[in-house]
């Protein structure tokens, strides 16, 4: 089971951070990924860890800006969201895959595992 919280309203500028909550799995087996849908178009790719924290894979749109982290000990994966953006309002979901090929990390179909989606909204 994945929960996912910490989205709200922040003004153009600011960060967020988004929290997942992994239960009933050994976490440390696992990837995670985030993915972020707007009303009306498909679910994008936005960050990547893969299961031994080793490996971290970003979209483009938020290269430099987020960080994608995990901690083993409390089974949670993190994505630190600074310099936000108008263009980054979306419902954000959390996802655990087995695969452990990184490159395989940005496809959805990757992740049979999703959370519920938290809703992050970036004023301008």
């Not at 655990?96 to 519920?116: F, K, N, S």
Request: aromatic fraction near 12%; proline fraction near 2%; glycine fraction near 12%.
């Amino acid at each position: 089971q994945l929960q996912a919280y910490g989205g709200g309203l922040v003004q153009a500028g600011g960060s967020l951070r988004l929290s997942c909550a992994a239960s009933g799995r050994r976490f440390s087996n696992y990837g995670m990924g985030w993915f972020r849908q707007v009303p009306g178009k498909e679910r994008e790719f936005v960050a990547a860890i893969n299961w031994s924290g080793g490996s971290r894979i970003y979209a483009d749109s938020v290269e430099g800006r987020f960080t994608i982290s995990r901690d083993y000990a409390k089974n949670m994966v993190y994505l630190q969201m600074n310099s936000l953006k108008p263009e980054d309002t979306a419902i954000y979901y959390c996802a655990l895959t087995r695969t452990a090929i990184v490159t395989t990390l940005r496809r959805e179909d990757a992740y049979p595992y999703w959370g519920q989606g938290t809703q992050v909204t970036v004023s301008s």
